[in-house]
């Protein structure tokens, strides 16, 4: 029945995870997953450096419940969604993680001071919460005003509501968060002011 094929069609899209291409250049973001406190704990260029920011923040976590996950993101570059599920997507997490971890072994989390510096490699990254729940990454950019084009453009079209843009450093971990359930990781830093930024057009065309 042409009916049926169509809501197969529609499931299809709304489950489909965003596409990668072999053209983009892309980074990758440790996301903390949880009932609290759900942040991004690292960022870096490679799987590998990744991987080692992920064990990391685990294994300093207090919560075993917790999981830490690595998601490749594309530079300058939004996920393609379809209009009619656009809602109920979570950007560049809609897809499933290259690495996952969780804390192992019982120690006392180690506290120490991580601030962004003006030495460190800056990546600016849109993270986005929807009034329904839904909630994720859609685009990371090294350029402030490229990640406030794409951040405005959407805004614009009613793609996602809430939102803002965080400064994250690479390969590197956040300060643990003073109250272990809710630590948002680099998350916990105020959002970056956007408002006397000049914006640029077609920002995902840039590297």
Not at 49 to 75: C, K, M, T, W
Not at 177 to 189: C, H, Q, R
Request: charge should be negative.
């Amino acid at each position: 029945m042409p009916h049926e094929q169509n809501m197969e069609n529609l499931i299809a899209d709304l489950l489909a995870p965003p596409q990668l291409f072999d053209s983009d250049t892309v980074v990758f973001m440790v996301y903390k997953q949880g009932f609290m406190g759900c942040g991004i704990h690292g960022l870096d260029t490679t799987l590998s450096g990744a991987i080692e920011l992920a064990q990391f923040a685990a294994d300093n976590d207090r919560d075993v419940y917790h999981s830490y996950d690595i998601y490749p993101v594309p530079l300058n570059r939004p996920p393609a969604f379809p209009n009619i599920n656009q809602i109920y997507q979570s950007g560049w997490m809609n897809q499933e993680p290259l690495f996952s971890t969780r804390k192992k072994n019982y120690n006392e989390p180690r506290k120490f001071l991580s601030t962004v510096t003006e030495h460190d490699t800056i990546f600016y990254v849109i993270y986005y919460h929807q009034k329904n729940g839904y909630s994720g990454i859609w685009a990371v950019s090294k350029s402030v005003e490229r990640a406030a084009s794409i951040l405005k453009k959407a805004q614009a079209s009613d793609t996602i509501t809430i939102s803002n843009i965080y400064r994250i450093p690479l390969g590197k971990p956040p300060s643990p968060g003073s109250n272990y359930k809710d630590d948002k990781g680099w998350m916990n830093l105020s959002p970056v002011d956007i408002s006397h930024l000049e914006t640029v057009s077609n920002p995902e065309t840039l590297v």
